[in-house]
């Protein structure tokens, strides 16, 4: 008898805690694709949603295919939140089809072609990789933030200031960018990693680029591509190449076995943070903190 008290006690007591926090449950669900458009997602909305990202850290987006689970997800989410440019290159047709049931933003649609890279004509041959141009993923976010605010009018007030904090931190970290890389740019440096993800960095910050590999990492480099290089950065006395953290770095330390037979000596640095955040918590478990990383080992790299 006693124990049947108590466990009515206990119950009572979970279904009180309940109401208590009504709001526990309640919070409509944001999934954006990756881990940095899902922190600058979360910076924006604040408390408002909770935001989930569809690809854990550490994951490459331009081979990522959506799992059953995944499909469930984007399904069942209030706010579905992607990179568009064809960064998911594998997910376009989800995405379409999504169009037509869920409430969608693709964050890249309105920066203005102009500033956009491109490899060749084609639709898909466009660069994806804005967030290594902090300016300009601005752009992108400051887009995403007016599409929640028509989404969700009764946020605006919250998510206006939230924007406005968080650009004016990137405001201040494309400054840190500017005058760091301008230092490695008067040691005639280049930075060289292993796909070509930093065209926009190099184009924002001023420094000469190269990547071994083509804008997605679903081209194989050739042999070509790879004596080319060793050529340059012996020229050069370029001082490191770069491991990406999405990346095999099989390609890359074929560079280093390549300046290591016309007897350059060269660092394989790095990984760099591509195209996902660190592990969360982590330096490089954020967007900013994730820019911070990858300055400051090409930063460290380049001119020791
Ligand atoms: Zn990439």
Same mark, same amino acid.
């Given at each position: 008898?006693?124990?049947?008290?108590?466990? +009515?006690? @206990?119950?009572?007591? #979970?279904? %009180?805690?309940?109401?208590?926090?009504?709001?526990?449950?309640?919070?409509?669900?944001?999934?954006?694709? !990756?881990?940095?458009? %899902?922190?600058?997602?979360?910076?924006?909305?604040?408390?408002?949603?909770?935001?989930?990202?569809?690809?854990?850290?550490?994951?490459?987006?331009?081979?990522?295919?959506?799992?059953?689970?995944? +499909?469930?997800?984007? &399904?069942? %989410?209030?706010?579905?939140?992607?990179?568009?440019?064809? +960064?998911?290159?594998?997910?376009?047709?989800?995405?379409?089809?999504?169009?037509?049931?869920?409430?969608?933003?693709?964050?890249? *649609?309105?920066?203005?072609? *102009?500033?956009?890279?491109?490899?060749?004509?084609? %639709?898909? #041959?466009?660069?994806?990789?804005?967030?290594?141009?902090?300016?300009?993923?601005?752009?992108?976010?400051?887009?995403?933030?007016? *599409?929640? @605010?028509?989404?969700?009018?009764?946020?605006?007030? !919250?998510?206006?200031?939230?924007?406005?904090?968080?650009? #004016?931190?990137?405001?201040?970290?494309? &400054?840190?960018?500017?005058?760091?890389?301008?230092?490695?740019?008067?040691?005639n440096q280049a930075?060289i990693?292993?796909?070509?993800?930093?065209?926009?960095?190099?184009?924002?910050?001023?420094?000469?680029?190269?990547?071994?590999?083509?804008? #997605?990492?679903?081209?194989?480099?050739?042999?070509?591509?790879l004596t080319g290089l060793v050529s340059f950065i012996v020229e050069r006395n370029i001082h490191a190449v770069?491991?990406?953290? !999405?990346?095999?770095?099989?390609?890359i330390e074929a560079v280093v076995a390549g300046c290591a037979n016309q007897n350059h000596e060269i660092k394989l640095?790095?990984?760099?943070?591509?195209?996902?955040?660190?592990?969360?918590?982590?330096?490089?478990?954020?967007?900013?903190?994730?820019?911070?990383?990858?300055? &400051?080992?090409?930063?460290?790299?380049l !001119?020791?």
């Amino acid at each position: 008898m006693r124990n049947c008290l108590l466990i +009515l006690i @206990i119950s009572l007591l #979970s279904f %009180a805690c309940k109401f208590d926090n009504p709001e526990e449950n309640t919070k409509p669900q944001i999934v954006a694709t !990756t881990s940095i458009l %899902a922190d600058g997602i979360r910076n924006i909305v604040g408390e408002n949603a909770d935001v989930v990202s569809l690809m854990p850290a550490g994951v490459d987006p331009h081979l990522y295919k959506a799992s059953v689970r995944d +499909l469930d997800l984007l &399904q069942n %989410a209030d706010m579905v939140i992607y990179h568009g440019l064809f +960064l998911e290159g594998k997910m376009t047709e989800i995405f379409e089809k999504l169009a037509f049931s869920q409430n969608l933003i693709n964050v890249s *649609e309105n920066i203005p072609q *102009e500033l956009l890279l491109r490899s060749g004509p084609e %639709a898909h #041959s466009v660069d994806p990789h804005i967030w290594f141009d902090v300016s300009l993923w601005s752009l992108a976010l400051a887009h995403g933030s007016e *599409e929640l @605010i028509k989404w969700q009018p009764e946020w605006k007030t !919250t998510i206006n200031k939230n924007t406005e904090s968080y650009l #004016s931190q990137l405001a201040l970290l494309h &400054q840190d960018n500017l005058t760091k890389v301008a230092q490695l740019r008067q040691a005639n440096q280049a930075l060289i990693t292993a796909h070509d993800a930093f065209s926009y960095f190099g184009r924002a910050y001023d420094l000469e680029v190269l990547g071994l590999q083509g804008l #997605s990492t679903l081209s194989e480099p050739g042999l070509r591509d790879l004596t080319g290089l060793v050529s340059f950065i012996v020229e050069r006395n370029i001082h490191a190449v770069f491991a990406e953290q !999405t990346i095999s770095p099989k390609a890359i330390e074929a560079v280093v076995a390549g300046c290591a037979n016309q007897n350059h000596e060269i660092k394989l640095a790095g990984p760099l943070y591509t195209d996902s955040l660190g592990a969360p918590e982590s330096p490089a478990g954020t967007y900013i903190g994730m820019v911070k990383t990858n300055v &400051q080992v090409i930063f460290e790299s380049l !001119t020791q």
